[in-house]
């Protein structure tokens, strides 16, 4: 063992070129579009003017940061962005098991049917489904507002307002992802070995006993798998649907803004490089501190169910 | 696993009795038919109200407002549109231009990273599969990436820009890993030991032998190229590279200015109800959205099958 890790790295690195040249293409464009920006936020730290250029622009020490903490703002997006993305995540995946083990129960003949109608939504990008949301919420012509008039009930410009729009973000996301999902879980509940619903039912279990018993146990992998996926995406917000489907609507910000939303306009509208770049880096540092301490703590739990 | 004949015998009565086992009348059952028929419903009939707007006269939408079914039916908004196709056609050519070289290249890359990395004799593995993962779970954000393209590599306003960016996926990357680490090694020892080098075998064995896991992976980075909107807003400015999904944001902001400006209305004269801008606008979002809404459902068990194989450590 000693012996051969003395033979020089060279003749290593021969015997694995060709692998190497494979890796090479990829591992570039990593490099470019991956680690070049990683080094990039130390433009959090800085007073970027395009003329001067990354290298020359004089540094600011924590001023970027500060400008942002001290902000009503950096409160409110961040208290969005978490709300959201946790009531996303643990709406879609009660819903989206509840439906699977539903879907499992039920006779497998109207099932290509749903399956399909639960899918169309998740093929749209937010854009177009931007357009859908208009259709019904639009002030003048939205059929929203025409079947609350039939109604009797007051009308909204829903646009202009605050107060529906968590009820409205959260049925656009539902909508356009419960389907995926549920395929998914239904998917897992397909591999599960048929021998234990058959010994179950031998045994006199109910319906809600074999659901809760056999088929959510042996779901849990995928379950957690999933879960510890989106817990990093908590704090990356969905930024087409709190882009698109809100308008970008000045009015609603309160309730719509999220890190996200809120990064894109300080670039692209205010052109406040220093402190968009700030925020980012908050962003996905407290992104990466909520996947590992969620892994950590599934490994704790259960070492087979952790994603490293 | 057992295959005893009792084992095998016992399963095809279970397979018989599951076949011929007719519910009793079940309340649970009836609801949960009724549960997805509405969830049925509420997917598709936004649909149906776009459609059914874009097929409406312009007078009767500002006077009834959008309907199910059209009071003045009328094809114009589609004729308005293919009067002057070029935008649109010039659109949908960048989009698929895009999707298919960036499909392509992306599912080379892929293969070509989730096999070295599977490669358990590869001596820099350890190193490799980090540099890929860490991306995953740390970056550096929106601003520094779109100064480094914008600034340093002057890639907006070209197709690269669309392209080179999503290119690396390391989420696809496990997803080929898994797959490849499945697949027996002795194939790769054998073709070494008859003298075929690593090139060789990679491109004329495992690429041919990961058919199953190119396709699902490449009907994932089409989804993913066409209906992306997020670099073409940030890196292209010149009408002549917009794809189609930035043409509809942009649709959306213009119409919006056009419509909710009453003043504007009213200086130049305009008078919107002559245009059929409304239904213009849902026609626009059918022909964009219409080629996914037809082609995908068809391969959701594929979509499923991706991102299981991806999410189950292999």
Redesign the interface.
């Known amino acids: 063992m000693i012996k051969s890790s003395k033979r020089s790295e060279w003749h290593?690195l021969k015997?694995?070129s060709?692998?190497?040249?494979?890796?090479l293409?990829?591992?570039l464009?990593?490099l470019?579009?991956?680690?070049?920006?990683?080094?990039?936020?130390v433009?959090a730290f800085k007073d970027?003017h395009?003329d001067l250029?990354?290298w020359k622009s004089p540094w600011v020490g924590l001023q970027n940061f500060k400008f942002f903490f001290v902000s009503d703002t950096a409160a409110l997006i961040t208290r969005n962005t978490v709300g959201y993305g946790l009531t996303y995540m643990i709406l879609t995946t009660v819903i989206s098991l509840g439906?699977a083990i539903?879907?499992n129960?039920?006779?497998k003949r109207?099932l290509r049917?749903?399956?399909?109608?639960?899918?169309?939504?998740y093929?749209?990008?937010?854009?177009?489904v931007?357009?859908?949301a208009?259709?019904?919420l639009?002030t003048?012509?939205?059929?929203l507002?025409?079947v609350l008039e039939t109604l009797g009930l007051p009308t909204h410009m829903w646009y202009l307002e605050t107060a529906p729009w968590p009820y409205i973000l959260i049925s656009a996301y539902l909508?356009k992802n419960v389907?995926?999902s549920t395929?998914?879980y239904?998917?897992?509940i397909m591999?599960i070995n048929?021998?234990y619903y058959?010994a179950a039912k031998i045994d006199g279990a109910s319906?809600w006993q074999t659901a809760t018993r056999i088929t959510l146990p042996m779901l849990s992998?995928?379950i957690t798998?999933?879960l510890i996926?989106s817990i990093?995406h908590i704090f990356v917000g969905d930024?087409?649907l709190h882009y698109?489907i809100p308008?970008d609507a000045g009015m609603t910000y309160p309730t719509t803004d999220i890190i996200?939303t809120y990064?894109?306009r300080a670039?692209?509208v205010n052109g406040d490089?220093g402190m968009?770049?700030a925020?980012?880096?908050y962003?996905?540092?407290v992104?990466?501190v909520l996947?590992?301490t969620a892994n950590f703590v599934v490994r704790k739990i259960n070492d087979e169910n952790s994603l490293? | 696993m057992n295959t005893s004949p009792q084992a095998v015998a016992a399963?095809s009565v279970?397979v018989r009795e599951?076949g011929a086992r007719k519910?009793p009348f079940s309340i649970?059952?009836l609801l949960?038919?009724l549960?997805?028929?509405a969830?049925?419903l509420?997917?598709?009939v936004?649909?149906i109200?776009?459609i059914s707007?874009s097929f409406t006269e312009e007078t009767a939408?500002?006077e009834h407002?959008?309907?199910?079914i059209p009071s003045d039916f009328t094809a114009k908004a589609y004729r308005y549109i293919f009067e002057a196709p070029l935008v649109l056609f010039r659109a949908y050519g960048i989009t698929i231009l895009t999707t298919v070289i960036g499909t392509a290249l992306s599912l080379l890359?892929?293969a070509?990273?989730g096999?070295?990395t599977s490669?358990r004799d590869?001596?820099?593995r350890t190193p490799?599969s980090f540099?890929?993962?860490f991306?995953m779970?740390?970056?550096?954000?929106?601003?520094?990436?779109?100064?480094?393209i914008k600034?340093?590599?002057h890639l907006d306003n070209t197709i690269w820009a669309l392209i080179?960016?999503s290119?690396?996926s390391p989420f696809y990357?496990m997803v080929m890993k898994g797959f490849l680490s499945k697949m027996p090694f002795e194939i790769i020892e054998s073709a070494k030991i008859d003298g075929a080098?690593?090139?060789r075998i990679?491109f004329t064995i495992v690429i041919p032998l990961s058919t199953p896991a190119l396709a699902t992976l490449g009907l994932f980075l089409s989804?993913g190229f066409w209906?992306?909107?997020?670099s073409a807003l940030?890196y292209i400015d010149n009408e002549k590279l917009i794809p189609i999904?930035l043409l509809?944001?942009r649709m959306?902001q213009k119409l919006?200015f056009l419509t909710s400006n009453s003043d504007f209305i009213n200086q130049f004269g305009v008078d919107t109800s002559k245009f059929p801008t409304?239904s213009a606008?849902?026609a626009m979002?059918i022909l964009?959205?219409g080629p996914?809404?037809c082609i995908?459902?068809f391969f959701?068990k594929y979509?499923?099958?991706g991102?299981?194989v991806g999410?189950?450590k292999g």
């Open positions: 290593y015997k694995n060709e692998l190497l040249l494979l890796l293409p990829g591992a464009l990593i470019v579009f991956a680690y070049l920006p990683m080094f990039g936020v433009l970027f395009y250029g990354f439906l539903l879907m129960e039920m006779g109207w049917i749903h399956q399909t109608a639960m899918f169309i939504p093929c749209l990008s937010w854009v177009v931007s357009y859908l208009l259709a019904l639009d003048q012509n939205g059929y507002n025409k909508w389907g995926f395929l998914v239904f998917a897992g591999g048929q021998e058959e319906r992998t995928l798998v999933l996926l990093g930024f087409g698109f308008n996200d990064v894109y670039l692209r490089i968009s770049t925020i980012g880096l962003q996905s540092i992104g990466l996947v590992v490293f | 399963k279970t599951t519910e649970v059952i949960s038919h549960l997805f028929i969830i049925t509420a997917m598709i936004p649909f109200l776009v707007i939408i500002v407002g959008y309907q199910f890359i892929t070509m990273l096999y070295v490669r590869f001596r820099y490799a540099f890929i993962y991306t779970l740390f970056g550096g954000g929106l601003v520094p990436s779109y100064i480094l600034q340093y590599l080179l960016p290119l690396v990357i080098r690593e090139l990679f989804f209906n992306s909107w997020f940030l999904q509809l944001v959306m919006e409304l606008r849902m979002a964009a959205g996914m809404v995908f459902p959701q979509f499923v099958k991102l299981t999410s189950l």
